[in-house]
């Protein structure tokens, strides 16, 4: 990697879809007891199935963009996390609700009931679907109480969710700020976009409010983080750079990657790990709910900085005052810039949210994991989760779409919300 991350300051404290329908989620059920299998893993674990189908009706039915599919992700795991919290005594704090359970309840009829709920009011235009998948998933629990009790529990843990998503300001129709001075953010080629100002504004799922935690700011243009920040994106991050690697090529093509190797990575930990439903149910929700909280925080401090992506002050850097840099008004990066402000990194703020969620629910950072895409048609393996952090905040400016203090302070930023979640929420209740 090209350049070492500038000391910065510290990140000082200061907490996403359209509106969802309440839609009637207790199915009908009938007869004999059965237990909670809450200890199962591995293929028997529904937690696992019922990520997937989300990720079949996020993505590849609804192709949500990321700052939208990590709202999903959040509910419907929130959700299935209560559900399964509940059957097992409630040994954790719920996120929302602990239902009223015996522990006798059907943990696979939970899941899926939970999950199906808050998919079907996501995503009305997928019912059809989404029940036959449910009611195939019924099917294979025996008729009987513990099946009955396993769609109450379900039921009611989706519609919390559901209730308490309603009105939470995601697919507001909040506009970024553009502008045509040096370091102001404007529309980039080729299509010229401005999308997703609402993430800043929606209501987090942990944190008090999205203002909690604030990144310190971009470096000052004629400043000499800035100018070596310039100079490495230049020439690493052109789609015609004859310096970058073709490994550094393929990693950049594989975190930008929109069908996200993050969720194939989350269940390979679960499954690696050996985590039984409950703690795969705790898993997936602190991850998805942190993830999901840190993009509020990183998007509203976009809105507040407002600044250029490289395409902009490359062409633009002779108006930039820095006697440094030098302007190609030719120059184009390797990957399509997203349509919104440059600092700090969104994809920097999850992966650092995430990578530091792992590392606590672990209790290590050494553990080994891999990741496929179908973008660079390549499998990339990591040895530990700092090692991926650390290629993740070279990828962004290896694709030419942001500059390494950006990246530097994104992961910083979400490190933070990860931190202040696992100390106020899903903590053990005994």
Known sequence: MTGQPRSRRRIWSRALSAPVTLVALVATATAIPGSAAVAATGAANPVLTWDRNAQTAIWDV????????????????????????????APYEPYLVAPTARGTESVDAAVATAAHGVLAALFPAQRERLRTQYDEALAAVPDGRAKQGGVRVGAHAAAAMVAARQDDGAFGDQQWRSGTAPGQWRPTPPLFLSQGAWTGHMRPFLLPHASLFRAPGPPALTSRTYTDDFHEVKELGSATSGTRTPDQTEAALWWHDRRSANWEIKRQLATTQHLDTLRTARFFAMTDLVVADSGVACFREKDVWSYWRPVTAIAQADADGNPA??????????????????????????????????????GRDDVSFSGSSADSGTTRRFDSFSQALTELIGARVWGGVHFRTADVDGARLGEAVSRYAVRHHFRPRR
Do not use: K
């Open 325 to 362: 840099t030098t302007a190609d008004p030719t120059w184009t990066p390797l990957l399509v810039t997203p349509p919104f402000p440059e600092y700090p990194s969104g994809h920097a703020c999850g992966t650092g949210a995430r990578m530091s969620l792992y590392r606590h629910f672990f």
């Open 62 to 89: 609804a192709a949500q963009q990321p700052n939208e599919q990590v709202r999903s992700f959040a509910m419907v795991n929130g959700a299935v996390y209560d559900a399964v919290n509940a059957i097992a005594g």
